[in-house]
């Protein structure tokens, strides 16, 4: 089991940035990538950002590459979603998920944060 818990969402101007960050427990050994998915109301649940855990290569989905930053503290087990140049679109629930070793896809989920980018 690993325990996801978020933070850093708000509301914030068009053009404006925040920082997500997740923080991991329990089985924090077993993980082999975290991610950022997004989810709104007129959108169905995607894939925002992800990071393998020990090599750091990343992939982003289009709509943010150049904006949206994905980094990890290992000792820290965190990890952080740096978003800027935010759009309105960019609006939705952020949710943080761990895949672990031996699993085929994302296993673990956070509570999700709400990110509101007014224009």
């Known amino acids: 089991q690993v325990r996801l818990v978020e933070s850093g969402g708000g509301l914030v101007q068009a053009g404006g940035s925040l920082r997500l960050s997740c923080a991991a427990s329990?089985?924090?050994?077993?993980?082999?990538?975290m991610g950022w998915f997004r989810q709104s109301l007129w959108k169905e649940r995607e894939s925002v950002a992800t990071?393998?855990?020990?090599?750091?290569?990343?992939g982003y989905v289009d709509s943010v590459k150049g904006r949206f930053t994905i980094s990890r503290d290992n000792a820290q087990n965190t990890v952080y979603l740096q978003m800027n140049s935010l759009k309105s679109e960019d609006t939705a629930v952020y949710y943080c998920?761990?895949?672990?070793?031996?699993?085929?896809?994302?296993?673990?989920w956070g509570q999700g944060t709400q990110v509101t980018v007014s224009s």
């Open positions: 990071i393998t855990w020990s090599s750091g290569r990343t």
């Open positions: 998920a761990s895949r672990t070793f031996g699993s085929a896809d994302f296993n673990f």
């Open positions: 329990g089985l924090t050994l077993r993980l082999y990538a």
